[in-house]
């Protein structure tokens, strides 16, 4: 069965440093990686995906991630954060070829940004 | 394209009631899924259909709950004789079948059971 860690239920960061949200997944097979942000009473949406090629990806926003299969890790990145960055995050698998669709996601990391 | 959309947004009811909740889906998606989410918590996977075949329930839809999808557009979710455990914002989201399945979530349902 597959699932997924978030490393730190809260991140708080200052406002123009490094933003670093972590995601461990367990699975047979690599599945396809994504990070959702949801911000208050809202949906979620899609910020990056990864699903073959590149193992680095770029997002919206600035964001970035790096899929390391030897480390089954999909971590978040951004060179500088910015007080509208403030949201919860989500790290989410979904199962390769047609059985796939369901994504199962992880508890979420709150990011706080500090002026 | 206006996106996903959900109704009602809010939705207070008392213990015991049965509630229904719509999901318009991205007029050209065929995949249709319902998550649910509580409190401090990532959405949980309730289940999916693909055009109107309700292809996987997860355990957690226990037999108060049911999902519809007539003539594959639109989607119903009902519960019966609701419970406080129930509170939680209920998410649908849409997808195209394809290589990765983006989903497309809309505002989501917050149900509160006093």
């Known amino acids: 069965a597959q699932s997924v860690t978030q490393l730190g239920s809260h991140v708080s960061v200052s406002e123009g440093a490094l933003v670093l949200l972590r995601c461990n997944y367990s699975?047979?097979?690599?599945?396809?990686l994504f990070w959702y942000v949801q911000y208050p009473n809202q949906g979620l949406q899609l910020l990056l995906k990864?699903?073959?090629?590149?193992?680095l990806v770029k997002g919206i926003n600035g964001f970035e991630a790096e899929f390391k299969k030897s480390e089954t890790s999909f971590h978040l990145t951004k060179p500088s954060a910015h007080m509208s960055d403030a949201a919860e995050y989500f790290c989410a698998v979904s199962a390769r070829g047609n059985q796939g669709g369901k994504l199962i996601f992880g508890q979420g990391t709150e990011l706080s940004v500090k002026p | 394209d206006t996106g996903v959309s959900q109704n009602p947004r809010h939705k207070i009811t008392k213990r015991g009631q049965n509630v229904t909740f719509r999901c318009d889906p991205i007029s050209e998606h065929n995949r249709l899924y319902w998550y649910r989410q509580t409190l401090g918590q990532g959405p949980e996977f309730l289940t999916y259909?693909?055009?109107?075949?309700?292809?996987?329930k997860s355990r957690l839809l226990s037999d108060r709950f049911s999902a519809e999808r007539p003539k594959g557009s639109f989607s119903t979710l009902e519960i019966q004789r609701t419970e406080q455990g129930d509170s939680a914002m209920y998410l649908c989201?849409?997808?195209?079948?394809?290589?990765?399945?983006?989903?497309?979530f809309g505002p989501g349902t917050r149900l509160t059971v006093t």
């Open positions: 699975s047979s097979v690599p599945p396809y």
């Open positions: 259909f693909q055009n109107e075949a309700q292809l996987e």
């Open positions: 990864y699903t073959t090629g590149a193992t």
């Open positions: 989201a849409s997808s195209l079948t394809g290589i990765d399945y983006e989903q497309y």
